[in-house]
């Protein structure tokens, strides 16, 4: 890619980390996986026809894999250009919490490089956490790269536990519904490109979402809790430190009353 330059010799591009995190319990066995491989395999061609759009970005992906345990498939990020799909399976349980654990491990100072843009999580699920994932929100909650980060979840069959994904995303217009293979696909493709081009202009188009609105909604406490309103004197993205959010376009999300066609999970 391209390296561009500001005035003075400053680097113009700067890498944003796009992290896929699937869920590969043993109900994703059989067409769920089946989709979620071929669709995200198909989707990197459009993934860099979107980043090449982004030319002050820099696109790094790589991707999580959570079942009884939970493993990167891609432990290094890598840039879109150069990204190849390797193929899950589904079996085992569906333990969340340790999938946040080895995310968080990643959204800290370093590893992640203080020119970053905020990174782009999205999740897919089908069912409900099998082990204590709240400890392990409750820690990635607190970390700067998470909070404000745009991210996305895609709910897969009628047993996805919703409010677990509305927790993660902090906003529930970004839980996509995906109860058939077609409504899969389409919302995969949605969220791969249409995060793929997230950007920081001056005005947010309409029907659009920014990464620290999603954080505020994600840090509004429960009834009967309290939240820490300051913000941490490392948070990367302070005014201080010029930050300004991302803004993702939510005006195409595909309408899951469109894909009502085929069996329905």
């Known amino acids: 890619m391209e390296v561009l330059q500001r005035p003075g010799g400053e680097l113009a591009t700067r890498p944003i980390h796009f992290f896929w995190v699937v869920d590969c319990s043993g109900s994703m066995y059989g067409e769920k996986i089946g989709i979620v491989n071929n669709t995200i395999q198909e989707c990197i061609p459009e993934m860099r026809s979107a980043a090449d759009n982004n030319p002050n970005a820099q696109l ?11 493993s990167w498939l891609t432990s290094n990020p890598v840039p879109v250009e150069d990204y190849g799909w390797e193929d899950m399976e589904a079996n085992g349980l569906t333990e969340l919490g340790k999938a946040f654990d080895l995310l968080a491990a990643q959204l800290s100072i370093p590893p992640m490089p203080e020119r970053a843009l905020p990174p782009v999580i999205v999740l897919l699920s089908d069912g409900q956490p099998t082990d204590d994932y709240k400890k392990s929100m409750e820690k990635l909650k607190k970390l700067p790269w998470f909070r404000k980060a745009v991210k996305i979840a895609i709910s897969i069959g009628q047993d996805a536990d919703d409010e677990v994904l509305i927790e993660f995303t902090g906003n529930k217009e970004l839980v996509l519904q995906a109860n058939n293979a077609t409504a899969l696909a389409k919302m995969i493709k949605w ?22 609105a999603s954080a505020q909604a994600a840090s509004v406490p429960a009834q009967g809790t309290s939240a820490v309103a300051s913000t941490p004197a490392d948070d990367p993205f302070a005014p201080a430190n010029n930050g300004a959010p991302l803004v993702l376009d939510m005006s195409n999300i595909p309408n899951p009353d469109d894909f009502d066609e085929g069996a329905v999970w």
């Open 191 to 212: 969220a791969s490109t249409t995060a793929s081009m997230v950007s920081a202009p001056s005005s947010k188009p309409m029907n659009s979402v920014s990464a620290s």
């Open 60 to 70: 790094l992906i790589r991707a999580l894999q959570f079942s009884s345990g939970a």
